[in-house]
């Protein structure tokens, strides 16, 4: 195979392209952990970081992934044997599960289809049903599907049923991309990473923290060393961690937060909204299908294309690497080989997203697929009237 000119389209929905300037920074030199230089980013990265969380409370910072950060939410609020209550919407709620019965949580596991978010409603009848449920987990955007839950309503849903669990939001592909509003949405843990909406590399967790999941921690038994809260909130007080921190992945931090500040939040969140959409619209140009099938609940961060049953999903994302240098996201779980995904967030503009649906687009027409050539045209006029 030829050497491919041009730069590599990562247009997988995590991990993201990671920007040049927080290249940059990342590779500046490293700090002594223990001094006053690093003391004083500390305190800058942990402030400007929540206003992304939209909480004025605390955010534990880790050296770890998402799934290290799904781990600390658990047991840092729960005891052995504490009733959870989930919902199947897709591959990654599917090994969050998972992880909490590895724990000995016992998880009531609500099954769906992997084509909706979580409904409020039927959270309200299991919550009804159940005083005992300690916790609701939701994941915010489900990776696998292009499925976004709607966290305002679940959170009334709890009120309204007048239960005390505690809501964990997992935000991993949908923080920094996607409106979101700890405090005010009443999330009590937040889960999140940082190779997706904040532009790094791997290698941060998050776990945003209520006042309620602090009580909560007080009584909770699951055993923990490097998942405690305590330890780490103590030391950031001073500007430090209890551990060998990631210095170069803070210094990319804060010049991602700074990418962030300077564009806006909410320009963030329509820039992504404006892409789903026109990703969409040339989806359904080509007579092809978008796996998430409520309006309401489509992601502003990646689209789940369903192929035609005849042809493999994965066989098509193959040759558009081959020919074209472009990775797409594989469908996981239930959905190998019948939908791939396309990324569209994190450092990515109009022309970005124009280059990604056209080389989809020559890939399905190449596989076979029958398509209306009229997609990316479809993409465009989105993108020039919004």
Not at 14 to 31: C, E, F, K, M, Q
Not at 124 to 150: F, M, Q, W, Y
Not at 290 to 313: G, I
């Amino acid at each position: 195979m030829p050497y491919p000119a041009g730069r590599h389209f990562l247009q997988i929905p995590g991990p993201t392209n990671v920007p040049d300037r927080v290249l940059r920074a990342i590779s500046a030199p490293t700090i002594d952990h223990r001094g006053p230089d690093f003391a004083a980013l500390t305190r800058e990265v942990l402030a400007a970081l929540k206003p992304v969380f939209g909480t004025s409370g605390p955010v534990v910072t880790y050296p770890s992934s998402g799934t290290g950060a799904w781990e600390a939410a658990l047991v840092n609020t729960l005891s052995p044997g504490d009733r959870v209550l989930a919902f199947e919407t897709g591959h990654f709620a599917t090994l969050w599960r998972d992880l909490a019965g590895n724990l000995g949580l016992d998880v009531d596991f609500v099954p769906g289809d992997w084509r909706h978010g979580v409904d409020p409603s039927v959270v309200a009848e299991r919550l009804a049903a159940d005083p005992g449920i300690k916790a609701v987990c939701v994941v915010h955007n489900e990776t696998s599907t292009g499925a976004t839950s709607r966290i305002p309503e679940i959170r009334q849903a709890i009120d309204d049923a007048g239960h005390p669990a505690l809501l964990l939001v997992d935000t991993v592909s949908s923080l920094g991309s996607v409106d979101y509003r700890h405090d005010e949405w009443g999330v009590d843990v937040t889960v999140s990473c940082s190779q997706k909406g904040l532009l790094l590399p791997p290698g941060l967790g998050f776990n945003a923290v209520s006042e309620k999941a602090l009580r909560a921690a007080e009584s909770a038994t699951f055993p923990r060393a490097y998942w405690d809260w305590r330890p780490i909130l103590a030391a950031n007080e001073r500007g430090f961690f209890p551990y060998t921190p990631p210095t170069n992945l803070l210094y990319g931090l804060r010049e991602s937060l700074a990418l962030h500040n300077e564009e806006g939040l909410a320009n963030v969140f329509a820039r992504h909204r404006r892409h789903g959409e026109a990703t969409r619209a040339a989806v359904r140009a080509w007579g092809l299908e978008v796996l998430c099938l409520d309006e309401r609940e489509h992601s502003p961060v990646l689209t789940a294309v369903l192929v035609p049953e005849e042809h493999d999903a994965d066989k098509i994302r193959a040759l558009i690497l081959d020919r074209f240098n472009m990775s797409l996201g594989t469908g996981l779980g239930r959905l190998a080989g019948r939908v791939f995904r396309i990324g569209h967030l994190g450092h990515f503009n109009d022309v970005s997203l124009a280059g990604t649906l056209s080389g989809v687009q020559m890939g399905l027409s190449l596989a076979g697929v029958p398509v209306d050539p009229g997609g990316v045209n479809a993409a465009l006029r989105v993108l020039e009237n919004t």
